[in-house]
Structures are given as structure tokens and as C-alpha cells.
């Protein structure tokens, strides 16, 4: 089973950027689609945005246009570039990684939080 390990998240003011990093170790990085998620007090988890292998991305509506999701098969680490922050984006942020429905593992997450 593979492991994922995000980075330490922060607290940023609205209007800031902040960028989050997932290394992933014990699995066929490649293979994988890699996403984060996230999920604030009293909310369920979701999708903030997620790449394929080969390299195409979606995101959340809430996040396009601000958010970048990108992934580095070589060193097996997935990042998320987040820039104008809002008191909205806080949560807790887990990185994902996904085997087509045949496996999906998760980081412990690292909690972000904008002020405004």
C-alpha cells in the first residue's frame, strides 16, 4: 500500500498564495490520478482539483482560475498552486491518489487557512 505525505499548509491572508506538495512513495506513481480534495468544518469532503497521468486536469468551479494542479511522475509528487486566496478556501487539504476505482489511498491532510 502507498503512502502519501502533504506538505504543511498555513495561514495566509485573503488575497494570498500558498502552494501544497504531496509526495507519494510505495506506489506506481505514473499509473495514478492525483487529486486534492478538501473539507472545511461541517462539510463533507471535495474535489479541488485532480490530473491524470496523461496529464489532463479538472477542477472544482469554486477554484478554476485560481488554482493549479500539477504533478512531477518523475519524482512522484503532485502540487497545488493556490493563488487569490478567499476565507472560503479553508480547510483541511488532502492529497489523493486514484487507480481508476481499483485503488485509492490518501494523505493525512494539512490544514490551510485564509484570514481576512
Known amino acids: 500500500q502507498g503512502q502519501l505525505v502533504e506538505s504543511r499548509g498555513g495561514v495566509v491572508q485573503s488575497g494570498g498564495s500558498l502552494r501544497l506538495s504531496c509526495a507519494a512513495s510505495?506506489?506506481?506513481?505514473?499509473?495514478?490520478?492525483m487529486g486534492w480534495y478538501r473539507q472545511a468544518p461541517g462539510m463533507e469532503r471535495e474535489l479541488v482539483a485532480k490530473?491524470?497521468?496523461?496529464?489532463?486536469?479538472q477542477y472544482a468551479d469554486s477554484v478554476a482560475g485560481r488554482f493549479t494542479i500539477s504533478r512531477d511522475n518523475g519524482k512522484s509528487m503532485v502540487y497545488l498552486q493556490m493563488n487569490t486566496l478567499k476565507p472560503e478556501d479553508t480547510a483541511v487539504y488532502y492529497c489523493?491518489?486514484?487507480?481508476?476505482?481499483?485503488?485509492?489511498?490518501w494523505g493525512l491532510g494539512t490544514q490551510v487557512t485564509v484570514s481576512s
Open positions: 489523493n491518489a486514484d487507480l481508476y476505482g481499483r485503488g485509492n489511498i
Open positions: 510505495g506506489l506506481t506513481f505514473s499509473n495514478y490520478v
Open positions: 490530473q491524470t497521468p496523461g496529464g489532463s486536469r
